[in-house]
């Protein structure tokens, strides 16, 4: 994917699956729901919408599940452009609940 010049940067600090009122949903694929809603949330601030979305960083507390990672992730990205992406499996999250964490970067 290029970025033109003179492209604006859009950063998302991680955003984990803790929902509005701070519930924490179960199991991957409703955790994956939520950080993605989260991110959306986050980019839509900026003026950033999914289609803008360059860079994808995965934090995850094990690989077992990419599978439905991946596929509730192309419920939010073009999937016939998908956006790069690196996924690190780490020890753990910020709370023991926690399964995923996903970071985004938007070229506007």
Request: charged share 20%; hydrophobic share 45%; aromatic share 8%.
């Amino acid at each position: 994917m290029t970025i033109g010049a003179g492209s604006r940067l859009v950063w998302t600090s991680g955003q984990v699956a803790a929902g509005p009122d701070g519930t924490i949903p179960t199991g991957w694929a409703e955790q994956t729901r939520q950080v993605f809603r989260n991110l959306g949330t986050a980019l839509e601030s900026a003026g950033a919408t999914w289609p803008d979305v360059v860079k994808l960083t995965f934090y995850v507390v094990g690989t077992d599940e990419l599978p439905t990672v991946r596929t509730v992730r192309d419920e939010f990205v073009t999937v016939t452009s998908p956006p790069t992406s690196t996924l690190i499996r780490v020890a753990g999250l910020a709370r023991p609940e926690f399964l995923i964490e996903v970071e985004a970067v938007a070229a506007l």
